[in-house]
């Protein structure tokens, strides 16, 4: 029955994706393409961290050269050069491959933290030599290009675009999904759990990680590839650490224990950083709490809290949402609330813009406006407000000793009016 619930859902999900061209306007193409860009980069990092546990800490790297490359081939094809574009992305596969391949050989040599610190060295290497080779890397401006039609193929719209872009995510998600469940997927995750034993088995450890760290490299170069057919421009920026990070962030928020984790949290870090731009200046401070917040209560990441849940409700351990839940979730969005009224509060006076008014009024301090509330900042109130909410809030959330929060995203049911504890009431 569960199998034929997420058929349905699946169905639901395709159906809903392949009509948004008609529905959605072009903000929202444009969203829906750099969220299932980023998913096809986070699903390529998950590849080496979530499968082979090998943490890549700078895999902007091969991002950005299979941005590059792609966009160094459309020019080519711009002068004349024959290459069917919508395999422009196989391009950017191509060359963050390769790259991989050579980076893995020498990353792969050791394991844990010095894997990892060897990641970052190479991500700065390339960053370095981007800023200092200009002629290949076009400085701070960057290179452009044009996307170019194909035969009765026209690549000059958004919709076009987003098409282009949802069949290779989609073809990405069932060749990763495949590799998984292959006899190879099964060596990878021994590594993860046990290399010595995979190497007892006979089998060569090192050349399997770097493999793994090359096909990595591949689907990360392949959403490279996908970001310049969508914005048609490449900068050294791409090869900064905030892109190493972001990845990160997607993965471990949206579970890099579960297949589809890493696209939940593409498709909500990138919708956070899209509307929380232009909400606040303050939203990368935010999403740093969403991620401290899911490492200490749901370090499963949500697909993982959200597969515990439905395995509780599919064995009938308890219902969906109970009321201990709900209560948890009040408890998370008035301390949320809390926290952002303090922030807000404190990063808008402290801001130039503010002294610039203040001097303007001749020493009167202006009403501050959040949450279409405007707060007087010299007055306890507003403070005394963001102080309760974010301590009663963040009381309620974790239950008062007895965490709330938790158990929402553990999957666990809350306690009974029957089950109270001695000498507590119900």
Not at 231 to 252: C, I, Q
Request: proline share 5%; charged share 10%; net charge positive.
């Amino acid at each position: 029955m569960s199998r034929i619930v997420l058929v349905l859902l699946g169905l639901v999900a395709a159906a809903a994706l392949v009509a948004l061209p008609a529905f959605g306007g072009l903000a929202t193409l444009n969203l829906a393409n750099k969220i299932m860009i980023a998913a096809v980069f986070a699903l390529g990092f998950n590849l080496l961290w979530g499968q082979a546990g090998l943490p890549s800490f700078g895999h902007a790297a091969y991002y950005g050269v299979g941005t590059f490359a792609t966009i160094y081939m459309m020019d080519a094809i711009d002068r004349g050069g024959a290459f069917p574009t919508p395999l422009l992305p196989l391009v950017g596969a191509g060359a963050g491959f390769l790259f991989g391949l050579v980076a893995g050989w020498f990353a792969t040599v050791r394991s844990g933290v010095y894997f990892a610190m060897i990641t970052v060295a190479i991500a700065e290497l390339v960053s370095a030599l981007a800023q200092k080779w200009e002629g290949l890397f076009g400085g701070e401006a960057g290179i452009r290009s044009i996307r170019t039609n194909w035969g009765p193929l026209d690549f000059q719209s958004t919709g076009s675009v987003y098409y282009l872009t949802l069949v290779w995510t989609l073809i990405v998600l069932l060749a990763l999904y495949g590799l998984q469940r292959s006899p190879f997927g099964l060596v990878v995750r021994g590594i993860r759990e046990r290399e010595l034993r995979i190497r007892f088995l006979g089998y060569d450890a090192h050349r399997v990680k770097t493999v793994v760290f090359a096909l990595s490299a591949a689907v990360s170069g392949l959403a490279g590839g996908l970001l310049a057919i969508s914005d048609e421009s490449a900068s050294m920026v791409l090869f900064g650490g905030a892109g190493s990070a972001f990845v990160v962030l997607n993965t471990v928020i949206g579970g890099a224990g579960v297949f589809l984790g890493p696209v939940i949290g593409a498709a909500l870090t990138t919708s956070f950083a899209y509307f929380g731009s232009s909400l606040s200046h303050f939203w990368p401070f935010y999403l740093g709490v969403v991620f401290v917040v899911t490492v200490l209560f749901a370090p499963e990441g949500i697909g993982g809290a959200i597969l515990a849940r439905w395995r509780r409700v599919r064995d009938g351990a308890g219902p969906l949402i109970g009321l201990g839940d709900l209560a948890g979730l009040a408890g998370a969005v008035l301390a949320m609330a809390g926290l952002v009224l303090l922030i807000e509060l404190t990063g808008t006076i402290c801001s130039e813009a503010y002294r610039a008014e203040i001097a303007s009024l001749k020493g009167v301090w202006p009403p501050v406006r959040i949450f279409a509330i405007s707060f007087a900042p010299l007055t306890p109130w507003p403070w005394l407000v963001g102080l309760v909410a974010l301590i009663g809030g963040s009381r309620l959330a974790l239950g008062a000793g007895r965490p709330i929060l938790p158990r929402l995203f553990a999957g666990r049911p809350g306690p009974r009016a029957d089950q109270t504890r001695p000498g507590e009431s119900a």
